[in-house]
């Protein structure tokens, strides 16, 4: 049985951040120890309970997906390290094992890259107010989870913990990270979201959209960091049951947010606490979206 790992408590190292779901520790001036705990935020706030084993599940698919993408774009990965030899001490590897990840130290770009290949989410309700979707026009008279062909790619600045990331234009991103940066940034999202929604349609799974982080490099090149196409940072749809003009049946935390909408709760910490029946089957959508999606059948 897993016991849930809210905190970690790693005093061999300096604790640089804790996310809403990672706690970063730093290992010497070129390396950092990532931790996905077991925190679940929704609508950017950390909620009061764990769910026992989802920074696990969200290891491993991260790693599964680093690896189907690192031919389009270098990852933070490192391979120089081992969680042994940067935690030797067996009570800290035991928070660490299974959950973490041994990356390059980078620059980070202060900017998510989100994809949208289907109207959802924020996106629909600015798309009813003002036809548009982060600025980008669409077609009049799209529907709830109707697909966007092309996908859209629709940034946004990294908000920190307890903030609402903020959408922005494409032009101001060129603003803020500048055009070279800006323009690599956008092909290479639109990539991995075409490879990935290529990989998950035979395995019956739908990628509604999903968000990328990059940092630079000690040699100035773009790496993907953070997580990547996990329930976390991704809409995972079952393609089986998906009908347009529905809020489509989900293997992600969107279970989670459509509880929440139901809630007299302004969307600020502190967030409210989950009836445990939303809980296990909120883990249950997680543990079904790694067995689908790193299932080689």
């Not at 520790?25 to 929704?42: E, K, P, Q």
């Not at 950017?44 to 309970?49: H, N, R, S």
């Not at 979201?193 to 290529?198: K, P, V």
């Not at 883990?283 to 979206?289: I, N, V």
Request: proline share 6%; aromatic share 8%.
């Amino acid at each position: 049985m897993n016991t849930a790992i809210i905190e970690t408590t790693i005093s061999s190292l300096p604790l640089l951040q804790r996310g809403k779901v990672r706690d970063v520790y730093a290992v010497g001036d070129d390396h950092l120890l990532m931790i996905a705990t077991d925190r679940l935020s929704a609508f950017d706030v950390v909620l009061p309970e764990p769910l026992a084993g989802k920074g696990k599940i969200l290891t491993q698919i991260a790693s599964f997906w680093f690896e189907q993408m690192a031919d389009l774009v270098p990852n933070h990965l490192s391979t120089e390290l081992t969680l042994k030899d940067v935690l030797p001490d067996p009570a800290e590897y035991a928070q660490a094992v299974d959950r973490s990840m041994l990356v390059k130290r980078l620059q980070p770009l202060p900017v998510e890259a989100v994809v949208r290949g289907y109207l959802i989410g924020s996106g629909w309700k600015d798309y009813q107010t003002s036809g548009q979707v982060c600025g980008v026009d669409l077609p009049a008279n799209m529907q709830l989870a109707q697909q966007i062909d092309p996908p859209i790619f629709t940034p946004a600045t990294k908000a920190d913990v307890g903030d609402h990331d903020i959408n922005i234009s494409f032009e101001r991103m060129v603003e803020i990270i500048g055009a070279p940066h800006a323009n690599a940034v956008k092909s290479i999202s639109l990539e991995i979201y075409q490879r990935a929604s290529e990989l998950c349609r035979p395995k019956g799974i739908i990628l509604a959209d999903t968000k990328f982080e990059f940092g630079l490099d000690q040699n100035g090149e773009l790496t993907l960091m953070d997580e990547i196409l996990t329930p976390d940072s991704s809409r995972f749809w079952n393609a089986a049951s998906y009908v347009e003009g529905q809020n489509p049946e989900s293997y992600d935390k969107q279970f989670v947010r459509d509880y929440l909408e139901t809630l007299d709760w302004n969307k600020t910490a502190p967030g409210p606490t989950l009836p445990e029946d939303i809980k296990q089957r909120t883990l249950g959508r997680y543990e079904e979206a790694l067995q689908k999606l790193t299932n080689s059948n």
